[in-house]
């Protein structure tokens, strides 16, 4: 029933303009707000109850509903359920309105919509077009692994109940957000813990979908490695498979040194790191049905 659930749910997510989006999380953020008057003073407490109790109600939801009509109920409420905790937006449509900007040398509009939907720090120099595009291209991956496939992951490891715990998890380490750093140690670790296994595989996929010896090469090298950023796993394997290696250079090809860093990079540089941007989805989309075919192969056995 997962195969059924999530095909049905893969399928949906891939229509256009059906898609959640941020006010779908509105009641997330009213709860928070509700219970921070009674539990401010309780830090860990309060992440407790805004993680959990929706996560409670939840399951006695589908404990109660799971069986009626023969199931269908059931399948359509976690296909409901894994829907929402799937990421908000399209990403095909956000980074096709990125590289429409791109393209046209409207970098400072391309800066401002990388940041809100690739989390491309602000930090970012927009004259260095070479530091921005490598800056939104690890964005890109880690998006990619955030929305869907970490999810993906735990939903079928663990079921619908633990996709949404990962979704709420996001939620609440964003609305942390104007906390001290030290207040979000604790959501950020939860976090870390739990995308580092469904990251590695993510990168190894990778390698099965891309340039498997160079991928590999890099992967073996972040499989043991607990401190190791998630975005940095992603971007450096995924360009590995894509046969770049961490330098910023094509595998067996003249390294890209004549990038300017200037407002006006010649068009033919554009052109270029615009298809790499195309080709990182063409290959996230690869392993995603690799993984698609690993579950219905291990359904049918």
């Given at each position: 029933m997962l195969f059924l659930v999530l095909l049905i749910t893969l399928c949906a997510y891939k229509l256009p303009g059906f898609r959640m989006e941020d006010p779908y999380d509105n009641w997330f953020?009213?709860?928070?707000?509700?219970?921070?008057?009674?539990?401010?003073?309780?830090?860990?407490?309060?992440?407790?109850?805004v993680l959990l109790l929706p996560l409670i109600v939840v399951y006695y939801l589908l404990s109660f509903f799971e069986n009626w009509l023969f199931g269908l109920l059931g399948i359509a409420l976690q296909a409901a359920i894994?829907?929402?905790?799937?990421?908000?937006?399209?990403?095909?449509?956000?980074?096709?309105?990125?590289?429409?900007?791109?393209?046209?040398?409207q970098f400072q509009s391309s800066y401002h919509y990388a940041t809100r939907y690739f989390r491309v720090p602000h930090a970012v120099d927009i004259d260095n077009v070479e530091q921005m595009h490598k800056?939104?291209?690890?964005?890109?991956?880690?998006?990619w692994?955030?929305?869907?496939?970490?999810?993906?992951?735990?939903?079928?490891?663990?079921?619908p109940i633990a996709a949404l715990f990962i979704r709420?998890?996001?939620?609440?380490?964003?609305?942390?957000?104007?906390?001290?750093?030290?207040?979000?140690?604790?959501?950020?670790?939860?976090?870390h813990a739990l995308e580092?296994?469904?990251?590695?595989?993510?990168?190894?996929?990778?390698?099965?979908?891309?340039?498997?010896?160079m991928c590999f090469k890099v992967w073996s090298s972040a499989i043991m490695n607990w401190k190791m950023p998630t975005q940095d796993v992603l971007h450096t394997s995924g360009m590995a498979a894509l046969g770049v290696c961490e330098a910023g250079?094509?595998?067996?090809?003249?390294?890209?040194?004549?990038?300017?860093?200037?407002?006006?990079?010649?068009?033919a540089l554009l052109s270029a790191y615009a298809t790499e941007l195309e080709t990182i989805q063409e290959l996230v989309i690869r392993s995603l049905v690799v993984w698609i075919l690993v579950l219905a192969v291990v359904t049918i056995f």
């Open positions: 953020s009213s709860l928070h707000a509700a219970l921070s008057r009674y539990l401010r003073n309780w830090p860990l407490l309060l992440m407790l109850a894994l829907f929402y905790a799937l990421g908000r937006g399209n990403l095909f449509e956000q980074t096709e309105t990125y590289l429409e900007h791109w393209r046209e040398g800056t939104v291209r690890a964005g890109l991956f880690y998006q692994f955030e929305q869907v496939f970490v999810i993906v992951f735990w939903f079928i490891l663990a079921g709420l998890l996001a939620l609440y380490e964003q609305s942390q957000s104007n906390l001290k750093p030290t207040d979000e140690q604790m959501p950020l670790q939860i976090q580092w296994l469904p990251a590695r595989i993510l990168a190894l996929t990778f390698a099965i979908a891309g340039n498997f010896t250079e094509n595998f067996g090809q003249k390294p890209r040194s004549n990038a300017k860093h200037d407002n006006t990079p010649d068009a």
